[in-house]
T-cell receptor, first 116, second 109 residues
Framework: NAGVMQNPRHLVRRRGQEARLRCSPM?????VYWYRQLPEEGLKFMVY????????ESGMPKERFSAEFPKEGPSILRIQQVVRGDSAAYFC??????????????FGDGTRLSIL | GIQVEQSPPDLILQEGANSTLRCNFS?????LQWFHQNPWGQLINLFYIPSGTKQNGRLSATTVATERYSLLYISSSQTTDSGVYFCAVIWAAGNKLTFGGGTRVLVKP
């Protein structure tokens, strides 16, 4: 499967725990994006990363959320001390090197995070 | 930031019917994509169409960038077409997709 791979598909955490969401981009893609979809809403941009660099984090909550895309391995979205309001579907997307023209973004199947 | 509006918000179709979904955006874009989110929550790429017309089976899309809108056509709808259809754009100055609110489609047998 050459698509964007996200794991886990479902994640249950208790309030105060940490959640780690993983994303492996499509082969050959060096750009990764994270989006959040709250229940009954559209997707909202969170962060855009290239290898070892955060390019745009304008959609990330100021506290408890962080993201990385290391030189080796998947991109990680980390949520510390989760609260009920963090319950959502988190989608990762990837694209090829953009140059001056934005390439299409390809999405994974998402991680459904539920906070008890 | 850019505003993306989709209409109608909800659409109920009888199997076999045709329909048109609309996406209006408030500024110049250099990327426009249409997605189908199926009842299992998966987001399926339908079209990458910053301008022009494309067709894929029973679906086609047209973007008129100068007039800031895009249309998605569904012909001979099937129950498997049910779900939410999202339009998303990248504003000329950025890299992030801004999504519209979606059109929820229900195709009845």
């Amino acid at each position: 499967n050459a698509g964007v791979m996200q794991n886990p598909r479902h994640l249950v955490r208790r309030r105060g725990q940490e959640a780690r969401l993983r994303c492996s981009p499509m082969k050959g893609h060096s750009h990764v994006y994270w989006y959040r979809q709250l229940p009954e809403e559209g997707l909202k941009f969170m962060v855009y990363l290239q290898k070892e660099n955060i390019i745009d984090e304008s959609g990330m909550p100021k506290e408890r959320f962080s993201a990385e895309f290391p030189k080796e391995g998947p991109s990680i979205l980390r949520i510390q001390q989760v609260v009920r309001g963090d319950s959502a579907a988190y989608f990762c997307a990837s694209s090829e090197t953009t140059g001056y023209i934005n390439q299409p973004q390809h999405f994974g199947d998402g991680t459904r995070l539920s906070i008890l | 930031g850019i505003q993306v509006e989709q209409s109608p918000p909800d659409l109920i179709l009888q199997e076999g019917a045709n329909s048109t979904l609309r996406c209006n955006f408030s500024d110049s874009v250099n990327n426009l994509q249409w997605f189908h989110q199926n009842p299992w929550g998966q987001l399926i790429n339908l079209f990458y169409i910053p301008s022009g017309t494309k067709q894929n089976g029973r679906l086609s899309a047209t973007t008129v960038a100068t007039e800031r809108y895009s249309l998605l056509y569904i012909s001979s709808s099937q129950t498997t077409d049910s779900g939410v259809y999202f339009c998303a754009v990248i504003w000329a100055a950025g890299n992030k997709l801004t999504f519209g609110g979606g059109t929820r489609v229900l195709v009845k047998p």
